[in-house]
């Protein structure tokens, strides 16, 4: 275990001079996941601050990015590979920064020092649950922390478990800031098969085991058997769960059934009015890094209906109603009250105004700049 300990929020000294830093943007090429928003969202404002100048860094071999982003001409595969034992340092191609911040995972060889983000720990908890490509990830994170890398998450709760899986106390939690507010400007539940006044669960994220999308079907059947309009929404990519999903869904009764809409990938704006129409935001994961959906749900005013595991309830705070991910009563009971209770729509409502004041992407950047500096004052 490394013997350098770091309290899980960076405080830091007042930066010194200004630092360049290689900051991965791999996250930001290709379809825009939950970790492509919190590397977006850092990336612009650490471009405000003046103590930092990023130097930005793409690991791709068939990418054409802009001229300001050094290239690591290597597919993901074949670095990954080479970079679970020991590799030559990539400093020259990355133009030999103050530091490099690996915003995905994986941060490359280099003679400088290292950063790591981390954004939730199943696939280390549960490898048969990865792909290949993840799991060789996961071994390059594992190589890395083991030769001084220090970890950055985004919720105390990844914190605990980095600390366990990978054996150090190098490690930060840095909060990310929230996600743009969404806007149901030029849109009607019509037009996704809702009819006017039809209440609906959204459930939000890529259909995979992780999500526990089965344990909110289950629940909504029995919410739909009681309310016989209300639906059930599912936006997000097809995932290692879908062919489960499909098969729960085909269980159901037909009444049931026809009332639950699978909508695959939603872009920004359908997503952003999904949210301004929908009754409530079902979130029941097994585990979640951060959840860039239940702040979104708070801006948008929807009571959540989460689970209590990994950061959700350090994100959604006290707006939200939570029970076990595998409790399926619970999970129904809590979508009753979401759907029927103005009074507990109001309560949530109210907490969620406050829970959102404690997300800043300057705080974000604040902090993050000060670890940049303890990171490479430390080295020196």
Avoid at 44 to 69: C, G, K, N, Q
Avoid at 353 to 375: I, K
């Amino acid at each position: 275990m490394s013997d350098r300990s770091t309290p899980t929020r960076s405080g830091g000294r007042s930066p010194s001079r200004r630092l360049s830093i290689g900051f991965d943007v791999g996250p930001l090429h290709g379809h825009r996941t939950g970790v492509g928003q919190a590397v977006r969202g850092t990336l612009d404002a650490l471009r405000d601050t003046d103590t930092v100048e990023i130097s930005p860094y793409l690991l791709s071999l068939r990418a054409r990015p802009v001229s300001e982003i050094r290239k690591l001409p290597l597919p993901a595969a074949v670095a990954h590979r080479w970079w679970r034992h020991p590799a030559p340092p990539v400093d020259r191609v990355i133009g030999r920064p103050d530091l490099v911040h690996g915003t995905n995972y994986v941060v490359p060889p280099t003679r400088c020092p290292r950063l790591v983000s981390v954004y939730d720990c199943w696939f280390l908890d549960h490898p048969d649950d990865a792909t290949p490509d993840v799991r060789r990830a996961g071994d390059v994170l594992r190589r890395s922390v083991q030769t001084g890398a220090h970890v950055l998450t985004c919720s105390d709760a990844t914190t605990t478990r980095v600390r366990d899986l990978l054996d150090t106390d190098a490690v930060t939690t840095v909060l990310l800031g929230p996600p743009p507010a969404p806007t149901a400007d030029g849109f009607s539940p019509v037009d996704v098969g809702i009819q006017p006044g039809q209440p609906f669960v959204l459930s939000l994220g890529t259909v995979e085991r992780r999500k526990n999308v089965r344990s909110l079907i289950a629940a909504f059947e029995r919410l739909a058997a009681e309310h016989p309009t209300v639906r059930l929404v599912i936006a997000g990519a097809p995932g290692n769960d879908q062919a489960a999903v499909d098969t729960a869904i085909e269980r159901l009764a037909p009444t049931i059934a026809d009332r639950i809409i699978q909508l695959g990938v939603v872009d920004e704006a359908l997503k952003s009015q999904l949210l301004g129409h929908a009754t409530a935001l079902g979130y029941v994961s097994l585990d979640e890094g951060f959840g860039f959906p239940l702040l979104e749900a708070q801006q948008a005013g929807l009571p959540i209906v989460a689970s209590t595991a990994g950061s959700i309830p350090e994100i959604a705070g006290s707006a939200a109603l939570f029970s076990s991910p595998h409790d399926i009563d619970a999970i129904a009971a809590n979508l009753h009250l979401a759907v029927t209770s103005d009074a507990v729509r109001s309560k949530l409502a109210l907490q969620a105004s406050r829970n959102l004041d404690r997300f800043s992407w300057a705080t974000t950047a604040s902090l993050l700049t000060n670890l940049y500096h303890d990171l490479v004052n430390g080295a020196e």
